[in-house]
């Protein structure tokens, strides 16, 4: 017997937060949420207490950026050692602070798009076809629950059904 | 928003896409006509060597230096209002944030092209960054020039991925109301792009460090534009003031330039519900208050000349208000920056769209002005009465500047004909949920 995947379509928001919630209760873990838009109640279900990682990837880069671009004026000046009137010392930090601050910046972002990448799993050309469903970036919420018996199919589209779905489908595939 | 829905907005914010009418198509034919003349202006220029431009020694900063720091001035509005306003949960910036963006992302394609057009040597515009070399020879990284430089290139990639990050969802919205190579094409640009959970979170956790990022990027990339003046010991170049107030200038002339783009654009395309005279006035008033900082800083500036006892301070502020040569400048700056736009502490005023529309124009001429005043006067009236001259830009510089429009106004039309111009993931979170506990108590 191969295990079922069960795709329940939201035309309401709080019918759709109330499916997750009930989902996330039973202790469900494959199970995916879409939305057409961001939607911090469906987040807060799902993701309550556990902040994105993205964010060390962002202090990974801000920090290698800073740490870089102060590296490289002080290195070229070094390799370069111009003579500078004014009795200026040849690694001065306030002009290389501009550099550095940049540099910082720079890699901070190019550090958080990798981390969202990356967590995102980009490009996501191969997500189940469930997800797929053209709705779903327009005006519909798909609950796409994954890994279901038979049993647990029937129990989950009468659950869902008096949850408010407009649509159940059941898919033979397994992707768990 | 009353009475919009989720399908509503994807429908009304992709209507005006792929589908060119007469007038859009004559706009761009004018858009490339124009930018073609630029560009045989610049082959002129790149031909016969820069002696076709009107510098005359000591005067090697003209037209093209000040158009630079007049396109990368507009270019602030763009991350300003989707990032800082963004952090501030400013609810009007969610009709403009994307076409404003796109904004800043051609205005400082538009700049970048005028520091290698001023060199002459286009070619060897590389030499600019930093790379290893047989010499051993590097840039000079205690200068101004070089801090421009990645302030403005960090600038563009920040922008850029900010922009871009920000498109995605909407990419894939595109995505799914096309077939055949569009759909395809619009696949890959959405990099697969579902809107699940897990995408949803990490999204807004990036989103929000992109804009905590480019909020100090912002403030900072006009303060070191700024610093390609102050740190020369030209007289009204050489000032603490240069960074506050290039950067409210900035602001003031970016705003003024999103009046300028998105007003023609919510009527033509009947967008009322999504830009509409809300949105308008707050870019009035963001133009009012960095317009009365602007109009301080001016204050402020001659007021410290006479005030430090500089001769030449004060000699080169007189001449540039009441000298023969380039009061005319001054007066045009005078009016346009800080009297034109008092017309819009009048509430009735500031809602008045064709009067929005003229008075942000006023403003983009009065902040070219700006730039060529302090750029123009300054070098030529230096300390040395037998060095002084008066500048005047040849034919070719006024017609690569006339051609940096058509180059960035080609960009523009480009882009709201294929990227959704109003932010439509982003405008469906302002508009109240389809909720069955509304249903059932209907």
Redesign the interface.
């Known amino acids: 017997m191969s295990a079922k995947t069960l795709t329940a379509v939201f035309g309401h928001l709080d019918c759709m937060v109330d499916a997750v919630d009930a989902v996330k209760r039973a202790g469900l873990v494959d199970f995916a949420a879409t939305s057409p838009l961001p939607r911090e109640d469906i987040e807060d279900v799902i993701y309550e207490g556990h902040p994105s990682p993205v964010r060390w990837f962002t202090m990974t880069g801000a920090i290698f950026g800073g740490t870089a671009g102060f590296s490289l004026c002080a290195f070229t000046h070094l390799n370069w050692p111009m003579i500078i009137p004014a009795g200026k010392p040849l690694v001065s930090i306030p002009p290389f602070l501009v550099i550095t601050f940049e540099a910082t910046i720079l890699f901070g972002c190019l550090f958080t798009l990798l981390g969202l990448v990356a967590m995102c799993r980009l490009p996501g050309f191969g997500l189940q076809p469930e997800l797929t469903d053209r709705r779903f970036s327009n005006d519909k919420f798909g609950l796409v629950v994954n890994g279901l018996s038979d049993a647990q199919v029937d129990t989950w589209k009468t659950t869902l059904a008096t949850l408010g779905a407009q649509e159940l489908v059941v898919t033979e595939a397994d992707h768990a | 928003m009353k009475g919009l829905?989720?399908?509503g907005v994807?429908r009304d914010i992709l209507r005006p896409l792929f589908k060119p009418s007469a007038a859009y198509l004559g706009l761009l034919t004018v858009s490339v006509s124009v930018m073609a003349w630029g560009g045989y202006c610049w082959w002129v220029q790149l031909v016969n060597g820069l002696g076709v431009g009107g510098y005359q020694p000591p005067v090697f900063w003209g037209v093209y230096i000040t158009t630079f720091v007049f396109w990368i001035g507009i270019g602030h509005a763009g991350t300003l209002i989707s990032a800082i306003l963004f952090l501030f949960r400013s609810r009007w910036r969610t009709g403009v944030y994307r076409a404003a963006e796109a904004m800043t992302i051609f205005a400082v394609m538009t700049a970048a092209l005028f520091p290698a057009i001023h060199v002459g040597r286009a070619w060897n515009a590389y030499w600019l960054f930093?790379y290893p070399n047989q010499r051993?020879?590097?840039?000079?990284?205690?200068s101004p020039l070089?801090?421009d430089v990645?302030?403005v290139?960090?600038y563009f990639?920040?922008s850029t991925?900010?922009f871009y990050?920000g498109l995605i969802?909407d990419l894939?919205?595109v995505?799914?109301?096309t077939s055949g190579i569009v759909h395809k094409m619009y696949?890959q640009l959405a990099?697969?792009?579902?809107?699940?959970?897990?995408?949803?979170?990490?999204?807004?956790?990036?989103y929000g460090?992109?804009a905590a990022?480019?909020t100090?990027?912002v403030l900072?990339v006009h303060s070191?534009v700024s610093w390609d003046f102050a740190m020369a010991q030209t007289m009204g170049w050489h000032s603490t003031l240069f960074p506050p107030y290039f950067v409210s200038g900035a602001i003031f002339s970016g705003c003024a330039m999103v009046i300028t783009l998105m007003l023609p654009l919510s009527r033509i395309f009947d967008w009322d519900d999504y830009i509409n005279v809300w949105h308008f006035e707050s870019l009035a008033k963001m133009c009012l208050l960095t317009g009365s900082i602007l109009t301080y800083a001016y204050a402020t500036e001659h007021f410290i000349a006479w005030y430090s006892d500089n001769p030449y301070e004060w000699g080169l502020f007189t001449y540039r208000a009441t000298g023969e040569d380039y009061s005319w400048v001054f007066a045009t700056m005078v009016f346009c920056n800080c009297i034109a736009p008092l017309i819009w502490w009048k509430k009735s005023m500031r809602t008045n769209l064709a009067v929005l529309f003229v008075v942000s124009l006023i403003i983009n001429v009065g902040m070219w002005f700006e730039r060529y005043n302090i750029i123009a006067s300054s070098l030529a009236h230096q300390y040395d009465p037998a060095a002084w001259v008066y500048y005047v830009p040849s034919w070719v510089e006024l017609g690569i500047l006339l051609g940096s429009f058509g180059w960035f106004f080609t960009w523009f039309l480009l882009f709201i004909k294929v990227m959704p111009a109003v932010a439509i993931?982003?405008v469906?979170?302002l508009i109240r949920?389809?909720?069955?506990?509304d249903?059932e108590a209907a």
């Open positions: 829905t989720y399908a994807t930093p051993e020879l590097w840039q000079n990284f205690k070089m801090w990645f302030a290139a960090t990639s920040v991925i900010f990050i969802p894939a919205v995505r799914d109301k696949a990099l697969g792009w579902r809107g699940t959970d897990r995408q949803w979170h990490h999204y807004l956790a990036a460090f992109f990022f480019a100090p990027l900072s070191v993931a982003e469906k979170e949920p389809p909720l069955m506990a249903e």
